[in-house]
Every structure is written in structure tokens, then in C-alpha cells.
């Protein structure tokens, strides 16, 4: 069964000698990189209607169709759990994802999930994630909370993630770390990549990787702590728990990348907390549609609130961010 969105394309003279994924890639198709190099390499995409290989190089007059197959049905179960939405429209959802919650199944994660209580509150979602990720377009850790967008076209799905990769969208984090940072405000700016001998975790210390970079600035300085707000730049899996940890401010209550440290005060208040301090405070980009630029705040989560009281040197430390 072929997908009503087929395309054709000639190939003008100024195109020539491009390989065709790029080429199609270039044609603003409401399809990822990556979609598009699996199409073609299905042999759903012809060349003067034969199927071609995605290196292949283009010639002035070629004929290109492109005709991905219609869409896999999600493996995901629709599970009514409740959420709570920022904003919704016919393209897309933005929610406040409290901590706890995994955004798609995985490995011991196959209910409960983010995607599962979109699929229940949602007609659709786009496609592109593939079956266990539909609308995903960006992930939040499973103990990290706060704002999240989830696209329910595919044309919205790619715009999007555009957005992402061209770090023309605006993300920014709320973190207590522990210790009491020297200076106010900063960038960190590394490589980044799997741990060489631990692969559940992440480094930035590594002669090859991408690259990754978080700027901060210092909100409130607590007991043994400090308030920060980071704003990334690029979005690493793990990006600001690894950089303030490897800076020697790890995350308070942060199970991969903390330690438990001397401070009982501080001890206690990473144990009440049950999680990283990590918060997406944050989103902002422009509609796929309208281009109008949106802006998305969630408010502290009541379980780093009460982590706040406990550090705070001043009772009225809320009225101060």
C-alpha cells in the first residue's frame, strides 16, 4: 500500500550532481533526515522510475518520486493517565512532565508512559518517532520534570525538530547543585559522549564526540548549594547533570552523577527529593504553522520546592527568582 503523499520532482540544472536523500532532504519534505534515507533505501523512491540508492548523484532533467509507504500503527497501548497541558492545537501538545514519568517505552518501561497518555488524550500523532515514539520530538530523563512539546503532524514533526537541531528554539533549566559555585555565570562547551566503561553514563571527557554546550547563570545561593539557571545550546542525552557534575557541582540528589557529600543538611534534602534537582523551566519556538514564536514556562515542582526550603537562607527565596 503506497502513501496518498507521494511526490514528484524534476531536477534542475542547478541541482545537479547532489546525492538524492540531500537532494530530497532539501525539498522541505514533512519527513526527517533520516525518515527520508530509510524510504529510499526501502525502494520507495524512483529515479527516471527506477528505484534508486540514497548516494546515487542526480542529473539535470532526472525524474525523482518519492513514495513512503503509509505510516506503522503505534506498538503503544493508549493508557488514561492524567496530564497536564500548557497548550494544544491541531499540530501540536506541550505539557508539564512531572518527574517519574518516561517519555516512550523502553527496556522495563513498557507502561506508564508519556507516549501512552498522549495517545489516550490525542486523535493522532505524527509518525515520524516510529512505533514506540510517536510525537516525540525531544526527551526529558525519566526524573527530570517540566515543559515538553509532542507533535501530532508530521509536517509539525519535522519543523520542530529543525528548530532543535539549528538551537533556534530556547531551553531553559532550573538546577540545585551542590556546592557553592565560584563564579555567577558561565558556559561549558565539551565533547560529549558514552562513558568508556560504564554505558549508562555520559562524559564530556573524551578526545572524540559531539559537541555539547550549556550556558549558566547563578539564581540563589544556598546552604552547601547553589540555585542555577541553564540554558542550552545544544541537547545532549544527560547535557547539564554531566557538565555541572564533571565541574565538580554534581546535581543534587542525582543517581548517576551525584555523591553523597559530607553536608547532612544537603544529604537529607537529595533524600526527600528522591531525584536529580532538575527542572525544564522553559520552552520556547515557533509555531510550525502560523511561525508565530511561542513560549512555555511550568512552575517548580512542589517536590524541589520543599528542596528549596530546606536550603534556603531566606524564607522569601521565591519572591527573589
Known amino acids: ?13 542547478s541541482e545537479e550532481g547532489q546525492r538524492l536523500d540531500r537532494y530530497l532532504v532539501s525539498r522541505k519534505l514533512p519527513h526527517s533526515r533520516s525518515q527520508i534515507q530509510r524510504v529510499i533505501s526501502g525502494g520507495h523512491c524512483q529515479l527516471n522510475g527506477t528505484a534508486a540508492k540514497p548516494a546515487r548523484k542526480l542529473k539535470a532533467g532526472d ?52 507516549v501512552a497518555a498522549l495517545l489516550a488524550h490525542c486523535d493522532g500523532l505524527s509518525g515520524i518517532g516510529g512505533v ?14 517540566g515543559v515538553m512539546v509532542a507533535s501530532k503532524s508530521d509536517a509539525a514533526h519535522v519543523h520542530l525538530a529543525e528548530q532543535f537541531k539549528a538551537h533556534t528554539n530556547e531551553r ?12 555567577e555565570s558561565g558556559t561549558f562547551d565539551t565533547l560529549h559522549g558514552r562513558h568508556p566503561t560504564d554505558r549508562k553514563r555520559f562524559t564530556g ?5 559531539r559537541r555539547a554546550i ?3 547563570r547563578v539564581l540563589l545561593r544556598l546552604k552547601g548549594a547553589t540555585l542555577v539557571e541553564a540554558t542550552l545550546e545544544t541537547g545532549r ?35 526527600d527529593l528522591g531525584r536529580q534537582a532538575l527542572h525544564a523551566r522553559l520552552l520556547a519556538f515557533s509555531h510550525p504553522v502560523s511561525e508565530e514564536r511561542l513560549s512555555f514556562a511550568a512552575p517548580l ?18 519572591q527573589r527568582l
Open 132 to 145: 514506540l515514539r510517536p510525537g516525540i520530538v525531544h526527551r526529558l530523563d525519566k526524573l527530570t520534570s
Open 1 to 13: 500500500m503506497v502513501s496518498p503523499l507521494a511526490y514528484q520532482f524534476v531536477v534542475a540544472t
Open 63 to 114: 525524474e525523482v518520486s518519492f513514495l513512503p509507504p503509509p505510516p506503522e500503527p503505534s506498538e503503544v497501548e493508549p493508557e488514561s493517565i492524567p496530564l497536564s497541558i500548557l497548550y494544544e492545537d491541531d499540530q501540536l501538545i506541550v505539557v508539564d512532565k512531572r518527574a517519574g514519568m518516561v517519555v516512550h517505552p523502553a527496556a522495563g518501561h513498557r507502561r506508564g508512559t508519556l
Open 301 to 318: 515542582p512542589l517536590d524541589m520546592v520543599s528542596a528549596m526550603n530546606a536550603l534556603a537562607e531566606d524564607a522569601q527565596w521565591m
Open 214 to 216: 550549556t550556558h549558566y
Open 172 to 183: 531553559r533549566y532550573l538546577a540545585i547543585v551542590a556546592g557553592e559555585m565560584a563564579a
Open 205 to 209: 571527557r573524551l578526545e572524540r564526540g
Open 237 to 271: 542525552t544527560h547535557q547539564v547533570r554531566v557538565h555541572f557534575a564533571e565541574a565538580g557541582y554534581p546535581l543534587v540528589g542525582d543517581p548517576q552523577y551525584g555523591r553523597p557529600g559530607k553536608d547532612s543538611q544537603l544529604k537529607k534534602a537529595a533524600k
